[in-house]
């Protein structure tokens, strides 16, 4: 298919235009016209893109792209990833809050899905747009057995921090870094509060509010959007689609 209808499709299906982010979402690097493989990855790094050329990939989305609200000088590391992504022919995508918060393929939603829990609302104010997921267990269960459920299915050994009931009900969930949303959680009647990065400076604030804690690493909790992105596009699409899997352990 023609590079410009993909472009197109996801702008749409994502609904870039109306989520204000700093990351510059959507086609970052043109490459080649034609697309036939397309690979997912969850950062635009050197490595990521040595591997998409090596696949023969002609179009990368990537959850963490290579601009973010400021102009870049093509020097450096920049200028060889850059570099990498045109002499082999790959147009690079990105989108990152539109990833974080869809319905469908977004990262909170696709945990929530993960840990056989049920969606109820957003949460959690980032720059005007609400990027967490509120979502309930059912029936309440052990804060133990959610940090089992969550090593099991989203992220092995995750860090749990047990400020808050011993039974949980309704969690909040915030892929990435986001540990100054914990206030948000407990606000949206959360018992629990999951997210990817944990935070010095925001510990003592959990603890005296009195809410559960786990994090589960930031890629292991941002990985499932590209994952879903990329079975919506093998669906859809006559084109191959690989997952680029390149974990970070943070």
């Not at 949980?168 to 915030?174: A, D, E, K, L, P």
């Not at 006559?238 to 680029?244: D, P």
Request: proline share 5%; net charge negative; hydrophobic share 45%.
């Amino acid at each position: 298919m023609r590079r410009d209808e993909l472009v197109s499709y996801l702008d749409d299906f994502l609904h870039l235009s109306e989520v204000p982010d700093e990351s510059l979402n959507g086609l970052q690097v043109e490459g080649r016209g034609e697309v036939n493989r397309v690979a997912l990855a969850v950062d635009a790094s050197l490595a990521a893109f040595r591997q998409a050329r090596k696949e023969e990939v002609d179009f990368l989305i990537v959850h963490h792209g290579l601009f973010w609200g400021k102009v870049y000088p093509l020097i450096g590391a920049h200028y060889h990833r850059i570099k990498e992504l045109i002499e082999g022919g790959i147009s690079l995508y990105a989108a990152h809050l539109p990833l974080d918060i869809h319905p469908e393929v977004g990262n909170n939603a696709r945990i929530a899905k993960l840990l056989s829990l049920s969606p109820v609302r957003m949460f959690g104010d980032y720059h005007g747009v609400l990027v967490g997921v509120v979502a309930e267990t059912g029936s309440p269960i052990a804060r133990e057995e959610m940090a089992a459920l969550v090593n099991e299915r989203v992220g092995k050994n995750p860090l749990l921090l047990p400020f808050g009931s011993p039974e949980v009900s309704r969690v909040g969930i915030v892929s990435g870094r986001a540990p100054e949303l914990v206030e948000d959680a407990v606000k949206a009647s959360c018992d629990l509060f999951l997210s990817g990065e944990p935070s010095h400076a925001h510990y003592h604030l959990a603890r005296e509010l009195g809410i559960n804690c786990i994090f589960a690493g930031h890629y292991a909790t941002e990985k499932w959007g590209v994952l879903a992105l990329g079975e919506r596009i093998k669906e859809r699409f006559s084109l191959e689609v690989l997952f680029i899997d390149l974990p970070t352990g943070l």
